[in-house]
């Protein structure tokens, strides 16, 4: 074992304020793991809520695990050291739970790596009675499971604080009853939002697409999201306080959970319905209780500027001097009562995301908002004092054509004119996705656009910019985004090709794909038919049967959704109240 190693991760948590660290042996013991580096990890606030979930309930300690550098790993290796905990530098494999907070699909050979690391058996199906379980949650493990089924244990499907719950009672209750590892899972596979993937085979046909899941007798046939009608009664904050994390000894504060809006392409506004909003009396305490090493309070939701009591809530914050930020805001919803509040709380970047630059793919998209409300919200910045502007935008959508590019760039042009005429001299920053088609949202069986036609498009608009120097345009890798697109829409068989790449292609997912004749650009770019079987089809997010098909009708008639409403019955989410 590397003491280097361990003293390294005691330095790291020794500058935290917050973690928890109990005596091996004195309760439960849970690893909990994310596929990525501390710095990304400890600023994910959903990995913060459950430690602190999981810690708080008296007889479990949990543990963190974080994918180490690339030098680390070479550490790890050399000196034959079991991956390690932050806490008490315990190897992962003598855990007897390991939970792994799944956000990102470009985080799938991470996972696998953390498990060859800590001396995990890899497969599910090849674990012995003492092995750890491995039990994942997160964005990921909600909306399609698939690709990952072949080395979990169970998945939690949809907001974990209840079912993570649940789950960990009657595994430790299972497990004093002296019941097998088989029993223990068919136990947890009885358990609302649980999907253990052992009892449940994928179908093939002659040509080798899927066509169906069979599951075993015994066990339900769909598994239904589970998500936490009162976000009051659980906490939503940081529990842990970190300067080497993306948000520096940032205080993040969740004030509301799920969107309703309606984008189309957005995943989290279909699978983490209905929005709910904690009561601003929640929200002030959580804020009032923040550590003293807090530089920042970030406040967090999926549409900040919908939270009913915003404006209270920067009131408070500005009059008691607390510094606040937000992530990104509607461009529909911000006015002057806000920005002021940002830029006063030292706010110096107004983000929006406008996702199309043409309004005919806005309408498409279902966004709401217009080219006029970007301009306001350029106008408020400037107004307020706010230096740069941030736009976040999609290209390759469905029916995008070569003119809604053209329209962009003359938008973009437009918005910095706006942005000079206001005397707004900062940067105008161009963040540029391609299109990925995601599980559970009415563009599921939409086609990614084929790489070539996307680089060429990244491409027109990088070089109309490319000269002036108060424009930064950033792009992401149209084949990165290709394989995100597989990866999120894929069966079980790609954990072979994840398992491939991991021990014999030292992690290369290309050539694992290309080595067992796999087009990732053909599949990223296949239409589904809407009457075939889908990978993630056994698992209910809430939605009515023909709910996603509508939408998608709606986006090809350039029918506008209305945002969700008290009450409201069209999805069928709240049918479930």
Sequence with gaps: MSWEIKSALKEVVSRETGAQIFSPGTRHNMGFLYPNTYNI????????????????????????????????????VRTNTHLLSMENQ????????????????????????????????????????????????????????????????????????ETLQLLLDALYAAKAQGLNRQEILRKLAQIPGVYVPCFYQPQYGAEGNFTGMQCSIGVPATIKRQWVKELDQHVGHSAIISAETEFENMYIVEVARGCGRHCRFCMAGYCFRKPRARSLEAVMEAIHKRPATTKKVGLMGAAISDYPEIKALTKMLVAENIPFTVASLRADSLDQELAAALALSGQRTMTVAPEAGSERMRQFINKGIT???????????????????????????????????????????????????????????????????KPFTPFQWSPMLDVKTLKQRFSRITEA?????????????????????????????????????????????????????????????????????????????????????????????????IPCFEHCKRCGICNEE
């Design 41 to 76: 990890g400890m600023s994910n606030l959903g990995l913060q809520i459950l430690y602190g979930e999981i810690n708080g309930r008296g007889d479990t300690a949990c543990e963190r695990f974080f994918y180490p550098h690339k030098s680390k790993i070479k550490d790890y």
């Design 90 to 161: 315990r190897p992962l494999n003598e855990f007897e739970v390991i939970g792994v907070m799944m956000s990102f699909e470009m985080d799938y050979l991470n996972f696998l790596t953390m498990l060859e690391l800590g001396k995990v058996v890899r497969l599910a199906a090849e674990r012995k009675e003492k092995d750890p379980f491995v039990i994942m949650g997160g964005p990921c493990a909600t909306f399609n499971p698939e690709p990952l089924a072949l080395f979990t244990d169970a998945f939690v499907i949809g907001e974990g604080e």
């Design 371 to 437: 080219e006029a409300d970007i301009y306001r919200a350029v106008a408020l910045a400037a107004q307020a004092g706010m230096k740069n502007i941030k736009l976040y935008y999609m290209i390759g959508l469905p029916e995008e054509a070569e003119q809604d590019i053209t329209e962009m760039i003359a938008m973009i042009e437009r918005v910095r004119g706006k942005m000079d005429a206001a005397g707004n001299r900062g940067d105008l920053i161009i963040s540029i996705n391609g299109f990925v088609p």
């Design 465 to 561: 910019f490319r000269k002036n120097m108060r424009i930064k345009i950033q792009t992401e890798s149209p084949k990165e985004a290709a394989l995100q697109t597989v990866l999120a829409r894929g069966d079980r068989k790609i954990g072979l090709v994840l398992q491939q790449a991991l021990t014999q292609h030292d992690g290369n997912l290309k050539m694992a794909f290309k080595n067992l004749h796999l087009d990732v650009e053909a599949q990223a770019t296949k239409a589904f038919d809407l009457e075939e079987a889908l990978p993630w089809g056994h698992l209910d997010m809430g939605l009515q049967a023909d709910y996603l098909r509508t939408e998608l009708a709606n986006a090809y008639q350039q029918k506008f959704t």
